[in-house]
Structure formats: structure tokens, C-alpha cells
């Protein structure tokens, strides 16, 4: 069996909150910030399965073993006048790196974006991950180095209320 064969993209559904579950902690391991994860099954399920999504959820799967996920949601560009996508997470689990899945992630998120009429894909990433940094200039993606993100949320979210 080809390599491209033993890989299978599809969105995630309701009964793969457990794994989604499972990916973001083993990310957040992977990104030293196990500390800050919160989420539950419960609040994922109305995050992505509610009334109103936030995100949604791609499961890669090697062989029908899943190796790996990655969230999106729609983000706007007003200089380009339309939508994007904004790339939360990519993850792929160690033992399933090098095999392509991670690559079969972005070309399943390209063509989604082509699909819908989206201008970009925008995502961070960490600044001390280099092999990250190495896989996305791999697929031609440029560092925007003239921004930098800020974020704002807990106290002081509630305090500028």
C-alpha cells in the first residue's frame, strides 16, 4: 500500500470528542503547557457541536489508527475582502511524524479553503519550535515578521469590561 493510501482526513464528528480530548492534551504536552488546559468533554461538545461551532476539527488517521488533528475556524482579511481560515492546532503524534500526515493536514485545509473562496491560511506558531518552524517553510509558508500577536483574556478581559 502506498503512503498516501495508508492516510485518511475527515472531519471530525461528535463521538471523537474523547480523542479530540486526548490530542489537545498530548499538544499541550508537546508545547509545555499542560498547566493551561481546562477544557472538558462537555465544553468541547458545545464548543464544536453546539447550536453555534466555534471550530472545527479535522482527525488524521494512518492506516485507520488516528494519528493526529487539527482545529480550525473561519478568520475575515479586510485588506482582501473575504474569509481565511485560522489554523488553532495541527498535531500529529510522534510515531506518525514523517509519514506525510502533517502535509495531508495542510492539503485537506488548502482545499477547504479553496472550496469556501478563502484568501489565506494564518496560524502561529511558537518561536523555540524549530521543527515546526522547519515543516511550514517546507510547504512555502512565510514567518509575518513584522507582527507579533497579543492576546488578552482572564482578569484582565474581565477588567477592561
Known sequence: MAVAEQIHI???EESHIPLILSFIRKLAE???LSS???VDEAQLRKSLFGP???AEVAIARWGGEPAGFAVYFPNFSTFAGRAGIYLEDL???PRFRGKGIGRSLFVYLAKLAEERGCARIDWAVLDWNEP???FYRSLGAE???DWTIYRLSGTELKNLC
Do not use: N
Open 10 to 12: 475527515a472531519r471530525a
Open 30 to 32: 508537546y508545547e509545555r
Open 36 to 38: 493551561k488546559v481546562v
Open 52 to 54: 453555534h461551532p466555534a
Open 91 to 93: 498535531f500529529v503524534e
Open 132 to 134: 515546526a518552524k522547519r
Open 143 to 145: 514567518p509575518m515578521e
